[in-house]
């Protein structure tokens, strides 16, 4: 895996290098934020995240245990007390809500490292510690023969340093 | 926005739509990560602290040995009051949780700007606050080796617990309660710990920081996954704490106890508890702005606001308790009408007083807003307020249980030195793990701070759509009145 | 107390291995080895005693005169349980809570395990040969000396043959007779009724009496026979419409005054003016007397005159006398002639048909001048059995001097009390369930007392080291007995084989040989007694009716509420409230009571049961020894007291004047009582004689009138209608279609065609708390109030009782005893309602259980499962009748302080019922281990249950028989009639609870005058 990584300070010409190299066609485009920011998802143009669907099925998987264990588990040990009907399903509403939030936030948290291909275990090359503190950062994963003029769209917009990694 | 701008004496008090709070003083990404990350140094301060926190909880700890080898005789129980101290403090500390979770999570989804730089803070308190409350189901019980047999496991002779009782009801929602909250915090951390570990030095903690990061990297993927998770995450966190403290409500709500069997437990709890936690929250963050020097982060606008909401919650808190009163004149139940009058102008007329007038009278200062600006009067009256809260709780246990049906079996109620170094020693517990948490993780979200300061721009004439915060913030010397 | 259990291991042993041998059975009836003889029982052949199973022993109580047989159960050779013999004459049945305490007697902890002897002031413990040997050497002393008329021989006053073999042996030494003492008898009636009709104590006929006038006469705390009259009285009272009314005169009123329809609260020593007036006014004449009586009363005339009318009227009455001041013979002789012009003799005082208990006692003057004897140092031997002196008689009487005074004392007593701590030699009798013996009950009734056990300690009868001491050297000869037993076989009509039967039920016709009357003692003065003292107080002395004179040893007994105060574990004094606040005194001022012959200091209990100038104590606690249970413990009011006697030598324990201050500290009340009055919540109902017969209304209301929704007070007794165990509501079922319940009818267990259900009748119930005792003992429920087990009871005083402050007694059945109408009036009434576990149809303790630890059995049980309890405790915080208990301590665990019952009071555990540990609820269980026993013994005898085959404890020790317990299912048992009852109702019916516990209304008498319903609403 080879590419060039573009370190930017201001946010514009990092957004303006991006629209740039989509435009160029330069690669595959990772952009590091310090924090999120619209305009990258504008310039970027991804789709809606996925997680979304995880957290639906864990949310009603939850709830469909909820209930059944508490229903399941009052049939098979059937024990009267205070006059009370075995399977009072209105108390249970809280189980089955209570597992939902459960499953459903765990769910959640699993899809979200499902997608963001997380935990990562090295991050070796198209990386810069500054990204987590104020620059802007976009790696452009592409072959070595497109190298020259990814690096001449960075500078152009601004790179204040622009490196090849591999 | 303009107001901040204009000179102080024109306008010495801007009132600020919540959602709207700016922090004019912090002006680059480079300058959070500088004046955050520097909090994380230990002090001497902070050790100091430390060790009392620890102390308190060997006290508890050491009593809670003595405790489970006596026998819970040696507690202040004196039936039928057979909830005492322990339950009260279990209410207590679940409450104050819930403002964490209100902070972080609901008010999120409002968009209220102000969260930013506290939720980290009071969702840490939520945390540890459940932490501590878990402990007490578990204390109260008479035979607290056998804690486990609430939890439907399976067992080789399929015994299961009743799922009828609100107590296994409890179980659920706080173990829920726990585990979601933990995980809510946990995401949140994980940019922010990244950002830890690029600028640690020593190995072993840029190690440890790295695994905690999971290896974050602030890609755009991992952003747009990891905000609409957060949203998820929050949209569920916000039904969960109203569910949670209707649920511990239940306990009560569902007994046939008077002063207890009420239909308006619910919302009454679930408003009480957020109140409690607001409270706690200032008790916290305002020392802690303080000694971090934070207070151009949590300006004295985020108080300002938050105590909007405190106050806002106490006024619920207060209808509740008019409202309990009506319905016991009003229900023409005789034992209800009684227990009233015994728990306001009888046996336990002290408490109730405390109660009322900590929840009730003080907070209706905060509609002045001279004083919900003023940090020491906020301190002192969020103290009230905890003290308050804890007296709600017990003068919603006790009084009922002491003076209930039976007249014959009216009693009273005094906890003694155990009941009290267990409470102290919940204390110890809680201030323990915050201590700890305040030196290895920052109290202010870096990544989410940097989303309400403006960018660095190549020209101050961008267009519209390069903005976070909705507008230009155009920076003017510290403008006074904001940060004191 | 290692010692011991490894010693009765072996005894156990012994026992098992005589269970083996089949044939011993015939000879252990006649004179086969004694082991064998004490413990096969008579019920069964020996061949049928399976260990595990209970055999039961027919005999005799003896903690108090009046000798109520009794059954004592016994497993594996340890009694474990005593109930009453339902064909004994005079308890039929019934037991009250001193006789079941008899068993804390038997293992009470601080027993004397065997002889000893005072060295140069010590202790030290010599066997049994050492010991008859010395009481042989110093007997022939005192004998050879030359005074051997001096010697005196205190034994407690019983009737049977021991105090004839007694006389028979002191004579055979040369000694005077002995004297029976007994310190809380009234011998003022019985030396009146000895004048009046030639026996001591005739029997009482409640249910013929039209009116009831009791001067001091407490015939349900502790005058006479308890437990009979108890019984007589309740099946008086059954008689509703046509119950006699019950008027008590006197100064203070007790339990029995509690009981009655009127008090009249006459002054402290005018009684006797009151009984002339009052027998003018039967006798038609002398309205002048009335007059004088009543302002010497301090009473309203027309009271007494209405009385005196409403005397002469109902015929016939019954008059008794109980008064206990210097004038108590002379009251008595008045009544007596009340009762022979009101023509009571022979209808409602039977003289043909005595109690024969009361024979032979001596009058406490007779012990006074034998301690006077003493104190002169004229008597050179003191034996002593079962009477303690030093404690029964005021400390100004220097009873403890005077035995110093005596240069050898024996005591043959098995406790260490006052008396034994003085003596040199001990020689530890059996316990009465240990012995053989007998007791004359009726003139030609015996009843028999045979040994239930093994003796527990190393003790011997003393009729048998009698026999011993005078057969010393002489060689066996035929015939002649080798002990008591064989004696009294030898005497008896019909011999071994007779006896032997007689044993199955404890009873025998015949009479023992009487002791040779002695003359009637001639009166100590024309004139009564002056008033001792000086003050403007009355003081009144009464026996405590739970402790007697003895029981303070016995833990179920200094844990079972006083009846009125419902204190324990304390001394207290009476004082009207009306006096308390003239003298600024709150409940638990330590008041200090300066009488002629001393002080007296103990908390304050506002009592308004009191006339205006009286200060009242209980006699029973005080002890300065006589064990850890009782050392220490509360005060002994006789220290305030004179020595001084009636006319008819009884102690005069009342009427002198004492000076009451505050002494200025302050001591909480160890009172298990919360709020006194019933707050309109309808708890004890009662209704007026003249509201029977209207479905019961009695126009109370409950929680203040109002129809609360879901009041379900109407539907008659829902739970309990249904033929299967329906409990109101079944599953998601219409709460009015009862034929369904929330068991299948066809249930697996076939339990679901029963409902386990009791009946609790007010007008019965007397409030004596015998059921309370009777359910710690079947139950092994612990007492927590010892000084040793507050150790741990944080924020309290160390001192006995303090778990009690907490509120953290265990009876699972409590006496509650309200107060209704007016305290300020002596017309206030009481309200005694037994509390227990109801049982809920729908309990409202069930679904709160987080795992189960309680729930509903098919046969309609509110089940508590120990062992699955995890302690949340909101089962009790959701009971609105408060009868959940908790284990706060380990009272259970032999390693904890608080254990409640040290070696050997183990012994006595129920092995049916579990001991729970720390950390669990309890809770009444309806004597479930009793039920499934019935059943299991009906299934295995292939059969259904009989109604009313068995019942549980509570009901079963009842002497006024006002619990019924059974199948509310099945027409043919009692309670399921009785549910029906127009005065049947459920505490806190609104609650929808649907209890299986129905209590029947209380019904009152309104004097004839006030016409008006004085049945005040639970207001």
């Given amino acids: ?166 | 926005m303009a107001t901040v701008a204009r000179p102080a004496e024109e306008m010495p008090r801007p009132n600020i739509p919540s959602a709207n709070i700016q922090l004019p003083a912090v002006r680059s990404y480079q300058q959070v990560n500088d004046e955050i990350i520097a909090t994380l140094t230990p002090t001497g301060a902070w050790f100091i602290g430390l060790g009392i926190a620890i102390t308190c909880l060997l006290i508890g700890i050491g009593t809670w040995i003595y405790q489970i080898y006596m026998g819970l005789g040696v507690a202040g129980y004196n039936p039928p009051v057979m909830w005492g101290v322990y339950i009260i403090t279990f209410v207590f500390w679940i409450g104050i949780g819930h403002a964490g979770t209100l902070i972080s999570a609901i008010l999120y989804l409002f968009r209220a700007g102000f969260r930013t730089t506290i939720y980290r803070c009071a969702e840490a308190m939520t945390v540890f606050a459940v932490m501590t409350a878990g402990l007490f189901p578990i204390l109260h019980l008479g035979r607290p080796w056998k804690f486990f047999w609430l939890i439907p496991y399976p067992h080789w002779r399929f015994i299961w617990p009743n799922f009828k009782s609100p107590l296994v009801w409890d179980v659920f929602a706080i173990l829920t309660y726990l585990t979601v909250s933990t995980t809510f915090l946990f995401v949140g951390l994980v940019p922010d710990i990244a950002a830890l570990r690029d600028r640690e030095t020593n190995p072993v903690r840029k190690r440890i920081y790295s695994i905690l990061s999971l290896g974050w990297r602030n890609s755009d993927r991992e952003w747009r996954h990891f905000t609409r998770a957060y949203l998820f995450l929050a949209a569920f966190s916000t039904p969960l704490v109203l569910s949670v403290h209707s649920v511990v409500s239940f306990d009560f709500a569902m007994a046939l106890v008077p002063g207890w069997h009420a239909t308006i437990f619910p919302p009454y709890f679930v408003a009480g508890a957020i109140f409690s936690g607001l409270g706690m929250v200032f008790t916290i963050i305002i020392p802690l702005r303080r000694w971090f020097g934070l207070r151009h982060y949590v300006t004295i606008n985020h108080l300002d606001a938050a105590a909007k909401l405190c106050l806002f919650t106490s006024l619920v808190v207060g209808l509740a308790y008019m409202t309990e009163f009506w319905v016991a004149w009003f229900s023409g139940n005789k034992v209800e009408q009684e227990y009233f009058l015994n728990r306001v102008f009888g046996q336990w007329w002290w408490a109730a007083w405390i109660m009322l007038t900590c929840n009730m009278i003080l907070p209706l200062t905060l509609f002045s807003q001279r004083l919900r600006r003023n940090t020491t009067w906020l301190f002192i009256l969020s103290l009230f307020i905890n003290l308050g809260m804890w007296f709600e709780r017990f003068v919603i246990v006790v009084p009922s249980l002491s003076h209930e049906y039976e007249p014959w079996q009216w009693t009273t109620y005094a906890p003694t030195w155990v009941d009290w170094s267990i409470l102290l020693g919940s204390f110890g517990w809680f201030s323990m793990w915050f201590l700890l948490f305040i030196k290895q993780f920052p109290v202010i979200a870096i990544a989410e701070v940097k989303e309400i300061i403006p960018p660095r721009l190549r020209t101050h004439t961008a267009t519209t759509d390069i903005d976070a915060a909705g507008q230009h913030v155009d920076y003017s010397p510290e403008t006074p009145g904001e940060h004191d | 107390m290692s010692d011991t259990t490894q010693q009765t291991g072996v005894r156990r042993r012994e026992f098992l291995k005589i269970l083996g041998v089949t044939s011993a059975g015939a000879a252990t009836v006649g004179c086969g080895p004694s082991e064998a003889g004490r413990l096969i029982p008579y019920l069964v052949s020996p061949d049928q005693t399976v260990p595990g199973v209970s055999t039961y022993f027919a005999t005799t109580c003896r903690e108090c005169a009046a000798g109520c047989g009794v059954i004592a159960e016994t497993r594996d050779g340890r009694a474990i349980k005593l109930e009453g013999n339902p064909e004994h004459p005079i308890n039929r049945g019934a037991i009250c809570a001193r006789g079941q305490a008899a068993l804390q007697g038997l293992y009470n902890p601080d027993r004397f395990t065997g002889p000893r002897v005072k060295r140069n002031g010590q202790w030290a413990d010599i066997t049994w040969a050492e010991a008859v040997q010395l009481f042989r050497q110093r007997l022939d002393e005192a004998r050879s000396g030359g005074r051997a008329g001096d010697v005196v021989f205190l034994n407690r006053h019983e009737t049977g043959s021991f105090p004839f073999f007694l006389d028979q042996w002191l004579s055979q030494m040369g000694l005077p007779p002995h004297l029976a003492v007994d310190p809380i008898l009234d011998h003022a009636v019985i030396a009146a009724n000895r004048e009046a009709y030639g026996v001591a104590w005739p029997s009482l006929s409640f249910a013929d009496a039209r009116l009831i006038v009791s001067f001091d006469a407490d015939f349900l705390d502790s005058w006479g026979a308890t437990v009979a009259h108890q019984l007589d009285f309740a099946d008086a009272r059954a008689k509703l419409r046509d119950a006699p009314r019950f008027v008590y005169i006197g100064a203070r009123r007790s339990l029995t005054g509690l009981n009655a329809d009127e008090w009249i609260p006459v002054r402290s020593g005018s009684e006797l003016a009151v009984a002339n007036a009052l027998l003018a006014a039967v006798r038609g004449a002398g309205r002048a007397d009335v007059a004088a009586a009543a302002q010497a009363a301090d009473v309203p005339a027309e009271t007494l005159q209405r009385l005196g009318a409403e005397l002469a009227s109902a015929r016939p009455s019954l008059v008794l006398s109980g008064v206990t001041t210097v004038q108590a013979r002379d009251v008595a002789r008045v009544v007596n002639a009340i009762n022979q012009a009101a023509g009571n003799v022979g209808r409602t005082i039977r003289p043909a048909e005595p109690l024969s208990s009361f024979e032979g006692a001596e009058s406490m003057a007779e012990l006074g001048s034998a301690v006077e004897r003493m104190r002169d140092g004229r008597v050179p031997l003191l034996m002593v059995r079962g009477v303690n002196p030093v404690f029964t008689m005021p400390k100004s009487a220097q009873v403890a001097e005077a035995l110093g005074r005596v240069p050898f004392k024996v005591a043959f007593t098995s406790y260490p009390d006052e008396t034994a701590e003085l003596c040199d030699l001990v020689l530890p009798d059996h316990h009465p369930l240990e012995s053989w013996g007998d007791a004359q009950v009726l003139p030609n009734v015996v009843s028999l007392q045979q040994p239930a056990m093994d003796p527990v300690f190393r003790t011997r009868a003393t009729a048998d080291v009698l026999l011993e001491v005078a057969m010393a050297g002489t060689p066996p000869a035929p015939g002649r007995p080798v002990d008591y037993r064989s004696w009294l076989i030898g005497r008896f009509p019909g011999g071994a084989a007779a006896f032997a039967t007689a044993l199955a039920t404890g009873l025998t016709s015949g009479t023992t040989p009487r002791v040779t009357p002695r003359a009637p003692r001639p009166e100590a003065a024309p004139t009564p007694a002056p008033v001792e003292g000086e003050g403007d107080f009355a003081f009144i002395v009464y026996p405590s009716p739970v402790l007697g004179a003895d029981g303070a040893n016995k833990p179920w007994l200094q844990e079972l509420p006083d009846p009125v105060s419902k204190i324990c574990w304390q001394s207290w004094v009476e004082i009207h409230p009306e006096s308390a606040a003239r003298m600024d005194i709150q409940p638990g001022d330590v008041v200090e009571v300066q009488g002629p012959g001393g002080t007296v200091r103990a908390p304050a209990y506002l009592y308004p049961g009191l006339q205006r100038e009286t200060v009242a104590m209980a006699f029973g606690r005080g002890h300065t020894a006589y064990g850890r249970f009782a050392k220490d413990v509360g005060a002994n009011p006789l220290d305030a007291l004179s020595p001084g006697f009636d006319r008819a030598g009884m102690a005069a324990w009342s009427g002198s004047r004492v000076r009451v201050r505050k002494a200025g500290d302050y001591v909480q009340l160890v009172t298990t009582e919360g709020s006194a009055r019933q707050h309109g919540r309808g708890i004890g109902r009662a209704l007026a004689v003249n509201e029977l017969g209207r479905g019961g209304a009695s126009g109370e209301e409950h929680a203040g009138g109002h129809v609360i929704p879901g009041d379900a007070s109407h539907e008659p007794l829902p739970g309990l209608r249904a033929p299967i165990a329906a409990d109101a509501e079944g599953d998601l079922r219409d709460p009015k279609k009862n034929e369904v319940g929330m068991y299948d009818p066809a249930h697996p267990t076939g339990m679901a065609k029963r409902r386990w259900a009791m009946t609790i009748d007010l007008a019965r119930c007397t409030g004596c708390s015998a059921c309370v005792t009777a359910c710690y003992a079947e139950n092994n429920i612990p007492t927590v109030g010892a000084a040793y087990q507050s150790g741990h009871t944080q924020g309290l005083p160390k001192t006995a009782g303090a778990n009690i402050l907490r509120s953290r007694e265990m009876a699972w059945i409590r006496l509650e005893r309200y107060w209704e109408g007016d305290e300020a009036s002596p017309d206030f009434e009481t309200r005694f309602v037994p509390m227990l576990c109801q049982h809920c149809g729908n309990a409202p303790c069930e679904p709160v259980c987080p795992v189960f630890a309680t729930y509903h059995s098919p046969d309609g049980l509110n089940v508590q499962v120990y062992n699955r309890c995890v302690g949340t405790r909101y089962c009790s915080n959701n009971c609105p009748y408060k009868v959940r208990y908790f284990n706060w301590f380990g009272y259970g665990e032999t390693d904890r302080p608080q254990y409640a019952w040290p070696e050997p009071l183990n012994w006595q555990l129920n092995p049916d019922v579990t001991v729970r540990g720390k950390g669990v609820m309890e809770k009444c269980t309806f004597c479930v281990q009793r039920i499934r026993e019935a059943e299991n013994r009906a299934r295995a005898e292939g059969r259904e249950l009989v109604p009313d085959e068995f019942t549980v404890a509570c009901a079963q020790a009842c002497p006024s028989r006002a619990i019924v317990f059974g199948d509310a299912a099945d027409e043919q048992w009692t309670v399921a009639r009785q549910v029906r009852d127009e005065r049947a109702y459920h505490v806190f019916e609104e609650l929808n609870t649907f209890t299986a516990v129905v209590y029947l209304k209380k019904v009152t008498y309104p004097a004839p005058a006030a016409a008006a319903p004085a049945a005040a609403g639970g207001e």
């Fill in chain 1, 1 to 166: 895996m080879r590419g060039v990584l573009g370190v930017f300070r201001e946010l514009d010409s990092a957004v303006d290098a991006i629209t740039a190299l989509r435009q160029a066609k330069a690669g595959s485009i990772t952009v590091y934020t310090p924090t999120p920011r619209h305009e990258f998802e504008h310039a970027l143009a991804h789709g809606p995240s996925v997680v979304r669907r995880f957290t639906l099925i864990g949310g009603l998987l939850g709830a469909t245990f909820g209930y059944w264990i508490a229903i399941w588990i009052s049939e098979y040990w059937p024990m009267v007390v205070g006059g009370k009907p075995i399977p009072s399903w209105v108390p249970y509403t809280v189980f089955g809500f209570e597992v939902m939030v459960l499953v459903g936030a765990l769910s959640t948290v699993f899809g979200l490292f499902a997608v963001a291909r997380l935990p990562r275990l090295m991050m070796t090359v198209g990386y810069d510690p500054r990204f987590t503190e104020g620059d802007y950062g976009i790696w452009v994963e592409c072959p070595p023969d497109r190298e020259a003029k990814v690096t001449e769209v960075l500078q152009q917009n601004g790179a204040v340093e622009v490196r090849r990694e591999r």
